[in-house]
């Protein structure tokens, strides 16, 4: 059973940034893809990126150009690099292993990092 610790969240203006790290148990994460997702107060939980085995990359479309999902399978850790952050991007952040790019998540869920955007 993996476990994933998300972290690097926080308090940041309209048009900041942010990196928020996913810190993943396990010995076999190389070969896993691995999502960031997000939840804002009200909403679903959404696949905001994803990131593949072999660095192969999917962005919803409202973060696409803004945000970087990255992995360094050395430190069996997911970054999401976010720019030009705005108000609609405010949510709890989590990470999961899942099934393909836009697939199912299937880890379990940790207690997420809370992003703010705010001024």
């Known amino acids: 059973q993996v476990q994933f610790v998300e972290s690097g969240g926080g308090l940041v203006q309209p048009g900041g940034s942010l990196r928020l790290s996913c810190a993943a148990s396990?010995?076999?994460?190389?070969?896993?893809?691995m999502g960031w997702y997000r939840q804002a107060p009200g909403n679903q939980r959404e696949l905001v990126a994803a990131i593949s085995s072999k660095s192969n990359t999917y962005y919803t479309d409202s973060v696409s150009g803004r945000f970087t999902i990255s992995r360094d399978n050395g430190k069996n850790t997911v970054y999401l690099q976010m720019n030009s952050l705005k108000s609609e991007d405010t949510a709890v952040y989590y990470c999961?292993?899942?099934?393909?790019?836009?697939?199912?998540?299937?880890?379990?869920w940790g207690q997420g990092t809370q992003v703010t955007v705010s001024s």
């Open positions: 396990g010995s076999f994460f190389s070969g896993y893809v």
């Open positions: 999961n292993r899942q099934l393909g790019l836009v697939g199912t998540a299937i880890g379990s």
